[in-house]
């Protein structure tokens, strides 16, 4: 999967999905910047063009519900805020 991405130019990033893992480990989260006294999100690996995803069996309801929304509607949501995914 790596090879192919290389091969077409497009990113690449791979998740392995274990029983612990929340949506916010593929997703990305919101991060306090003290200096801005804001919010800063914070785009996990779900953000590439080219994504291995590896034992989604594995992981809970929750994670596979978000991986879905991903996988059918092209954006993920996060703290009531939508983003396009590549």
């Known amino acids: 999967a790596q ?3 290389q091969l077409l130019g497009l990113s690449f ?3 392995q999905f274990t029983n612990d893992m929340l ?3 593929i997703l990305g ?3 306090y ?3 801005k006294r804001q919010f800063e999100f914070r785009a ?3 953000f590439t063009q080219l994504l291995l995803a590896d034992e989604i069996n ?3 309801p929750k994670t596979q519900s978000a991986l879905l929304e991903a996988m059918e509607e092209r954006q993920v949501t996060q703290d009531g805020q939508s983003y396009p995914l590549p």
């Open 3 to 5: 090879g192919l991405a």
């Open 13 to 15: 990033s791979r998740v």
């Open 23 to 25: 949506p916010a480990d």
């Open 29 to 31: 989260m919101s991060i």
């Open 33 to 35: 910047d003290q200096n």
């Open 44 to 46: 996990g690996p779900i």
């Open 58 to 60: 594995r992981s809970s």
